[in-house]
């Protein structure tokens, strides 16, 4: 019978111990909004948000660096309030809801800012096209009531949509556009730490 070499021992068990260390937190949907804003008719905004979604974030650190984040977002229950609004970015015009369900986001990069501030880099995908983009982030702490251990965070990006390819527009008669091209995405999560 063959010695496993030494080396190998102390890889296998230096993997082990990092797998060990590593934590995964879950999205509590009961205390968690996903909030989008965008210009309209040049003079307001439009609110809107989505009662389906799930995420989770895997940490190995303290700091949060290693930090691996998902979530994603049903695009079937988004809420701007109006039926006939909700439909029309539900269709082909803008999200396409029947071909693409979901938009989707993965982390490549988690740097620290401050205290307790960061940048997460990422992959966004909505109507099946990928984009890089950055969220500022805040976290807001950690604690255990109820014998649960919670983390709630703040993130806030702005994307470009046609680069989405929500391209659909009207002009209006004072000059620009129904609908603006910058979509502001605000997320107040609170995480969930998992056995």
Request: aromatic share 10%.
């Amino acid at each position: 019978m063959r010695k496993i070499p030494w080396i190998f021992l102390l890889i296998a068990t230096a993997l082990l111990s990092l797998r060990a260390q590593s934590q995964t937190w879950e999205i509590d949907p009961a205390h968690t909004s996903v909030q989008f804003g965008v210009k309209h008719m040049v003079i307001s905004e439009v609110t809107g948000k989505f009662h389906e979604f799930s995420g989770k974030v895997i940490i190995s650190e303290d700091d949060f660096t290693s930090a691996q984040i998902e979530g994603s977002a049903k695009i079937g229950s988004i809420d701007t309030g109006n039926e006939r609004r909700d439909g029309h970015l539900k269709s082909e015009d803008f999200f396409y809801a029947e071909k693409y369900p979901e938009m989707t986001f993965k982390s490549t990069k988690v740097e620290k800012t401050g205290t307790d501030t960061y940048q997460i880099t990422g992959d966004l995908t909505i109507r099946g096209i990928t984009k890089t983009v950055v969220f500022d982030a805040k976290h807001g702490g950690t604690i255990t009531a109820f014998g649960t251990q919670r983390m709630g965070w703040q993130a806030t990006t702005t994307i470009n949509r046609f680069d989405f390819g929500l391209h659909w527009n009207k002009t209006i008669e004072t000059g620009g556009f129904i609908v603006g091209d910058k979509i502001k995405i605000n997320i107040t999560a609170e995480f969930i730490k998992q056995d």
